[in-house]
């Protein structure tokens, strides 16, 4: 990656930690002890993890899951998808002003991935690039763009170098290809002259569970502004998970986005009927968006009459 790219990544990466936030909870039906990502191999994750993973990405109960993974926090042997998962929540409370816990929960991450390395060389690197990837996310949300750059693009280095060694490992395991996945494709979907085909790929034919890859396709492909096939991830998506409330306003926005406004409406008001599932920040931002479709909507309306 170029510098220049790196920079462009780097401007972007605020938002990046919500698509991180989503590719970490990837849970539909635990294959073995809890694992959702590999029917071999499989990794020995506790019944409370499961049960937090459940609340958070399957469910979208976030009040629920902060509860559960507070719960599982207090096992011993912790795996690092948990610290990971806690700073996801803090991020989603309120992205724009981020506590110190943050930094602790994503410094922890680090520590337990490296703790993972020489048993899971695999997941060890994986979740040290999440965890150099959170660090970046908080300095350039606490010191700004302009001061936080230097750290930010010393610590998506590394977020690569860890992807790099983990992929060494298994290029195709199902969990490496769901969080790179999703971050390969919101760079390809967001910088200039990049090839959005490769994690499109991995999407499509690495990553499991269906449901979470489906739902990284649809953000994807609305991104690329290929919205046929956005609302065919999307749709497959809702089938999996019929009750996610954060799956049903990602259909209202690619409806938004192909501009067909009035479809959207339904979409956002189910999500919005949920709300007390979501973050506060996360439901203004719903609200402000159905709000903006029905404003367009009535003055399409009134232009027809």
Known sequence: MTMRNQIGWVSRWGGGVSVVAIALGTWLTPV?????????????????????????????????AAQQVDQAL????????????????????????LPSEFQDYATLTLERAEALVPDDPLRGNLYLAVG?????????KTEGVVRGVP?????????????????????????????????????AANLPFSNPER?????????????????????GFRDLNRF????????????????NPEVMYLKAQIYVDRGDRASSLPWFDRALAMQEQLPSDLVRQIQRERDQAQRRVDAEQASNR
């Open 228 to 243: 046929d096939e956005a609302m065919t991830a999307v749709n497959r998506s809702l089938e999996l998970t019929p009750e």
């Open 74 to 97: 207090s096992e011993a042997n912790v795996d690092p998808i948990l610290y990971a998962m806690r700073a996801s929540l803090l991020y989603l409370e309120d992205p724009d002003n």
């Open 199 to 219: 994690p499109i790929e991995r999407l499509e034919d690495y990553a499991a569970p269906e449901y979470l890859a489906k739902r990284g396709l649809a953000v």
């Open 132 to 140: 150099h990837f959170f660090e970046g996310a908080y300095v350039l």
């Open 151 to 187: 750290t930010a693009l010393s610590k998506l280095q590394q977020v690569f170098r860890h992807l790099d060694r983990a992929a060494e490992v298994n290029p195709e395991d199902p969990e490496l290809n769901i969080i790179k996945g999703y971050m390969d494709l919101m760079l």
């Open 32 to 64: 073995w002890a809890g694992d959702p990502f590999r029917s071999q191999n499989p990794r020995d994750i506790s019944d409370t993890t499961e049960a937090a993973f459940e609340a958070f990405f399957r469910v979208g109960n976030y009040p629920l």
